[in-house]
């Protein structure tokens, strides 16, 4: 397996399990963010999550005693774990359960996997990353695409044209812009289509 500080660059763990030959993580490889976000967050991609993989998490909890637990009691579900409901919480490091591969194979995915976001996501521009959770039924996406928000813009964030499930910085966007487009967003796929949707990001 793999051990990882909190503060670890996802990608760079990614990078260091390919570099080991180990394979399970290829998923995570794009993922920008660190791999206590990762853990808190249950982050996931092309088919991948985390608690596919957390073997282990060490703790600090809301009395700074060092604690752990095993992945299955890490209350994993779609974006979501035991560390965001218990806020006082602080993670420090992961361990993760990989199985030995073929490098070439692991590499060979990732490349496929960085090609595939490249293609669908607007990575030219900054944003922190899919704005909102997939609602049950549907694609977050294409919601706010029907309902003819792709490229609406409140001051510099908008309303991604590649992909309209992210909100990016155009230049000069305030958090307010943000929350602002987040809020429009939310309120006119509601009026459409009755979906209501929940921000995958937060707000700190």
Same mark, same amino acid.
């Given at each position: 397996g793999? !051990?990882?500080?909190?503060? @670890?660059?996802? /990608? +760079?763990? =990614?990078?260091?399990?390919?570099?080991? $030959?180990?394979? #399970?993580?290829?998923?995570?490889?794009?993922?920008?963010? /660190?791999? *206590?976000? @990762?853990?808190?967050?249950?982050?996931g991609a092309y088919g991948g999550q985390m608690a596919d993989v957390v073997r282990e998490v060490a703790y600090l909890d #809301?009395?700074?005693?060092?604690?752990?637990?095993? #992945?299955? +009691?890490? *209350?994993?579900?779609? !974006?979501? $774990?035991?560390?965001?409901?218990?806020?006082d919480w602080t993670v420090v490091s992961v361990t993760l359960g990989l199985t030995p591969g073929d490098p070439a194979s692991i590499r060979t995915q990732?490349?496929?996997?960085? &090609?595939? !976001?490249?293609d669908k996501q607007p990575l030219d521009l900054p944003s922190a990353g899919s704005t909102f959770k997939r609602p049950e039924g549907y694609f977050a996406g294409k919601l706010i &695409?029907?309902?003819?928000l792709r *490229? =609406?813009?409140? *001051? #510099?964030? &908008?309303? $991604?044209?590649?992909h309209a499930g992210f909100i990016v910085n155009r230049g000069g966007a305030t958090s307010a812009d943000v929350r602002a487009l987040v809020s429009l967003v939310q309120r006119t796929v509601l009026e459409r289509f009755g979906v209501a949707l929940e921000?995958?990001?937060?707000?700190?």
């Open positions: 793999v !051990r990882a500080g909190a503060g @670890a660059l996802l /990608s +760079g763990v =990614a990078k260091a399990a390919l570099e080991a $030959s180990l394979t #399970g993580l290829e998923f995570a490889a794009g993922i920008p963010g /660190s791999a *206590g976000g @990762a853990v808190f967050m249950n982050a #809301g009395d700074g005693a060092l604690r752990t637990c095993a #992945g299955a +009691g890490c *209350g994993f579900g779609y !974006r979501t $774990s035991v560390f965001k409901a218990h806020p990732m490349e496929d996997l960085a &090609q595939r !976001r490249r &695409q029907d309902a003819g *490229g =609406a813009a409140i *001051g #510099g964030a &908008q309303v $991604s044209e590649k921000c995958e990001v937060r707000f700190l």
